[in-house]
């Protein structure tokens, strides 16, 4: 895809912009609505103060480049700047700040990141505009796609909260993060990055690290990059909590697992005339999840990627297409044979590209977008059943977007997507969205748009079984057993949303109101009770409807030129589905009603730079408790323990000090005060580290 540099406002560290949702698809929630009537007096306000910005130049949100503020959604961008700021180590250590996102620990000790209320399985990671798959090799556990590029091969992060179903298809339901990695250099430069972190008490892990990146020419307008690391987190010594099952059997409980990750990538760039580029990458990497003191590694999982990218500029248009093969593996180890278990192996291969151009319309300027996509892929799974599941899917689409300057003030931009499946047919994914620029830095934003997501491979299988200690078995306690259906429905949802944006010289806010209406919502229903031997049986099926609603905001605030107080947050006012005949709703996914973090970053001196911040994480959004209610006959029970019925702290501090030109050293101290959820609760944070890192530039 497309690539375009980066321009830091003066005015704000994190470049936000706010969202607005859309004028159209019939009623819109009074949630929406009473926005609009909130925010009328700031307008008036904003209209006394003439500023001009600096522009921060973003691609996610539409294919065709725009400013964060002029961007058709409700963006957020993280770029080099910000997590240098922050010492960062990892990018979730970077996305705690963006609105709209939460970020806490599931009850299998990874890491979920989910935007609006929805689950973390509707969030779509991108590198450089491609989807990343690894995931489809686990049915559960997985730690992420966030760790794969090492924060020094990192250009910028854009994260499109919302639906971007009509640009990336399939799992942008909830939101999109899209991970920017550098582009080659005219000269020769890098940087090298040594890391570590320090816990005080055993049921939280060490991690130590060492990453680094490299770019630069080769002559005859050829140019490599590449970049590669290697890191290891430790298994806790001990578990925080054991889970009783069926039988009375312990299951250990951990606050993260241990994992040594070893990745490496490289990327040839050929820029034989102007307005043409080739590129081919190739990128590989291996995760061992460790096993429990004394233990083998219980789990390997590798991926493999291959790519050929070509770039071209036709008259005043660019055409951006790609050709891209993943295979991943994932290996459990086999205690009993003291052998790896035969691999589960996902494979995708797609085919891309894409067009963007502009001229008039109506004599005013109409910027477009048409692409086209077909893409293969291909499970085999040993492991999670006791019969293979395997299958394979071919999947094609077109789509064409367009952006239309109305008026000075106004611009409108629409797109339409057609999906065709090769099992559930053809698709149509529709989304209007309006940008009015009230002018000296307001504007004003609305949207409304349609999701699609089809039912994996493995869901659809009759043979696929797989064990719950709880959390998938809703809203019934667990453990249950869930078993795949081949006759499930894709789930579709209609999303709404409205914000006000202000880019100022010294401040910057947005505010975003947003309605989310899941229909056919994929979960599992429960058709065989427990008995005194088996476990419940539950099967994969289309609920009526989940249904998220909220408001997420975000404050910059330079409060001198040394001085930036930060602010993001979000209010989940719904996050709910109904489960056939029972009359309670019960929560769509683990996520606090109130999510907030706020902090400053002080720039002490020339060479230092200290910041801090606290998040507040409040009760389960949706907490409901419905123990020995009786409908139709059955015990309707509590939803299981994930939920947090109690808010808790997270405090991080950190300082970062230019040692030189060259060399950046780094210490911190997260979670200072160890904040956890409640002890009943199936998750926990980790607990305090304290790390030390430093980054060396050449």
């Not at 319309?361 to 040993?382: C, M, N, W």
């Not at 969205?433 to 748009?449: E, I, P, Q, R, T």
Request: glycine letters at 10%; aromatic letters at 8%.
């Amino acid at each position: 895809m497309p690539s375009f540099h980066v321009i830091r406002p003066t005015h704000s560290r994190h470049g936000r912009s706010i969202r607005a949702a859309s004028p159209s698809a019939g009623r819109l929630p009074a949630l929406l609505l009473g926005l609009t009537a909130l925010t009328a007096p700031t307008i008036a306000l904003a209209q006394a103060e003439v500023v001009e910005l600096d522009t921060v130049i973003v691609t996610s949100a539409s294919s065709i480049a725009t400013s964060i503020q002029d961007a058709p959604a409700s963006i957020t961008v993280i770029d080099q700047s910000d997590i240098r700021a922050k010492g960062a180590r990892d990018i979730k250590d970077v996305l705690r700040t963006v609105p709209g996102l939460n970020l806490t620990r599931g009850n299998d000790g990874n890491s979920q990141v989910s935007f609006r209320g929805l689950s973390s399985s509707r969030t779509l990671t991108l590198i450089d505009g491609k989807r990343v798959s690894t995931r489809n090799t686990f049915a559960r556990h997985y730690g992420g796609d966030l760790q794969i590029v090492p924060l020094d091969a990192i250009e910028r992060i854009e994260v499109v909260r919302g639906p971007m179903s009509t640009l990336y298809g399939s799992d942008a339901m909830g939101g999109v993060i899209n991970i920017i990695t550098k582009k080659a250099t005219e000269t020769w430069s890098g940087s090298l990055t040594t890391d570590f972190a320090f816990a005080d008490e055993n049921s939280t892990a060490d991690s130590r690290a060492i990453s680094g990146y490299i770019s630069g020419p080769l002559g005859n307008n050829l140019s490599l990059s590449a970049w590669g690391k290697l890191g290891e987190t430790d298994a806790p010594d001990a578990p925080y909590a054991y889970s009783e099952g069926r039988g009375g059997v312990l299951t250990p409980l951990y606050t993260s697992n241990g994992m040594r990750t070893k990745t490496l990538g490289t990327r040839l760039t050929w820029a034989p005339q102007e307005g043409m580029e080739w590129g081919a990458e190739v990128q590989g990497s291996v995760d061992n999840y460790l096993g429990n003191v004394g233990e083998p590694d219980s789990r390997k999982v590798s991926r493999t990627s291959y790519g050929l990218t070509n770039e071209l500029q036709l008259g005043q248009g660019h055409l951006s297409s790609y050709l891209r093969h993943e295979t991943s593996g994932n290996e459990s180890w086999n205690a009993t044979t003291g052998t790896w278990d035969d691999p589960i192996d996902y494979d995708t291969t797609t085919l891309e590209s894409r067009y963007t151009s502009q001229t008039t319309l109506g004599g005013r300027q109409f910027d477009y977008t048409i692409g086209g996509l077909v893409a293969h892929e291909k499970l085999s799974d040993p492991q999670t059943s006791a019969e293979l599941i395997e299958g394979s899917v071919d999947t094609a689409a077109i789509y064409a977007e367009g952006r239309w300057q109305a008026t000075d003030m106004l611009s409108l931009t629409t797109g339409l997507r057609v999906d065709h499946h090769e099992r559930f047919g053809t698709h149509v994914t529709p989304r209007i969205y309006a940008n009015y620029d009230f002018g000296n830095g307001l504007m004003l934003k609305g949207g409304y748009s349609q999701a699609f997501v089809a039912p994996d491979l493995r869901n659809l299988n009759p043979n696929y079984e797989m064990g719950s200690r709880g959390n998938g078995c809703k809203p019934y306690q667990g453990p249950c057993t869930i078993v795949g259906n081949p006759d499930l429905k894709p789930e579709t949802s209609d999303n709404y949303e409205i914000g006000l944006n202000y880019q100022g010289e010294r401040s910057s806010w947005e505010v975003t109101a947003f309605y989310n209406d899941v229909q056919d919502m994929i979960s599992a229903r429960r058709i065989r009770p427990a008995t005194p031997t088996e476990s419940a049986l539950f099967q994969r099926d289309n609920f009526d409807y989940g249904k998220t609603a909220g408001i997420e905001f975000g404050l910059d605030y330079q409060i001198n030129d040394d001085l930036t107080w930060t602010t993001s947050g979000t209010y989940i006012a719904k996050s709910e589905f109904k489960y056939g005949d029972f009359d309670t709703a019960y929560p769509m996914a683990t996520t606090p009603k109130w999510n907030i973090t706020t902090g400053l970053g002080w720039q002490a001196n020339d060479k230092l730079n200290l910041s801090g911040e606290v998040t507040y994480v409040g009760k389960q959004a949706g907490y409901v408790v419905e123990d020995g209610l009786v409908v139709g006959g059955d015990e309707q029970a509590s939803v299981p323990a994930g939920q947090n019925s109690k808010a808790y702290y997270l405090v991080n501090v950190a300082a970062a000090y230019d040692l030189n030109d060259m060399a950046t050293l780094n210490v911190g101290i997260d979670n200072l005060f160890n904040g956890q959820p409640e002890s009943d609760v199936s998750y926990r944070e980790n607990g305090r580290l304290f790390t030390l890192g430093i980054t060396t530039r050449f």
